[in-house]
């Protein structure tokens, strides 16, 4: 099994751009797509990113995702912070024994 | 438009079964699998199998295939999970996703169902 490791909190002002680092803990980040998802208080999450880089109809593209064989890792960058860009992050990867796996989840602050 | 609305918030003595309800609308219930994932309070959330609605073929995850169940009502466009034997690291937010017809990522998810597991 492999785990996904995120910053506990990331903070940053609106109208700047912020990103947010997923480290694979064993196996290639490449060998499996990376998904990111966005969890406001109280809400279910909601889709950001999907096979590494995709955004899904509605996302800005303010929302980009990336992944950097060199530090397996995956990365989301939020460009023209807003307000409402305030919420948990989560990255999610698979590998053949665990299919779905959640990174601890970055708190972003927007202030 | 696409819809997952949950049933309501339970409250459960530790060993006993609970079962949650996912009814979708606003498109073709069996076309589409439904992953059940669910979060404990402040913690990040947990993947807990899927069901295959147009057959009804199940994956569970390997943690809790001893205690999980998914079902479905195409009739009702209805989604069930339950899980048995509930103890205190159950209690969590149990939520229905869609996966996406044509990626490997949920694209709706519903609003989920508040499960607490207290003597």
């Known amino acids: 099994n492999f785990m996904l490791i995120q910053p506990h909190s990331v903070s940053e002002s609106p109208g700047k751009s912020v990103t947010i680092s997923c480290t694979r803990s064993?196996?290639?980040?490449?060998?499996?797509?990376v998904q990111w998802y966005q969890q406001r208080p109280g809400s279910a999450p909601t889709t950001v990113i999907y096979e590494d880089d995709e955004r899904p109809s509605g996302v800005p593209d303010r929302f980009a995702g990336s992944i950097d064989t060199s530090s397996n890792s995956a990365s989301l960058t939020i460009s023209g912070l807003k307000t409402e860009d305030e919420a948990e992050y989560y990255c999610q990867s698979s590998d053949a024994s665990t299919p779905w796996v959640f990174g601890g989840g970055t708190k972003l602050t927007v202030l | 438009q696409v819809q997952l609305v949950h049933s309501g918030a339970e409250v459960k003595k530790p060993g006993a079964s609970v079962k949650v309800s996912c009814k979708a609308s606003g498109y073709t219930f069996t076309s589409y699998a439904l992953h059940w994932v669910r979060q404990a309070p402040g913690q990040r959330p947990e993947w807990m199998g899927w069901i295959n609605v147009g057959t009804g073929n199940t994956k569970y995850s390997q943690t809790l295939q001893d205690r999980v169940t998914f079902t479905r009502d195409t009739s009702a466009n209805t989604a069930y999970m339950e899980l048995s034997s509930l103890r205190s690291e159950d209690t969590a937010v149990y939520f229905c996703?869609?996966?996406?017809?044509?990626?490997?990522?949920?694209?709706?998810w519903g609003q989920g169902t508040l499960v607490t597991v207290s003597s």
């Open positions: 996703a869609r996966r996406a017809m044509t990626a490997d990522y949920f694209d709706y």
């Open positions: 064993s196996g290639s980040i490449a060998s499996n797509f």
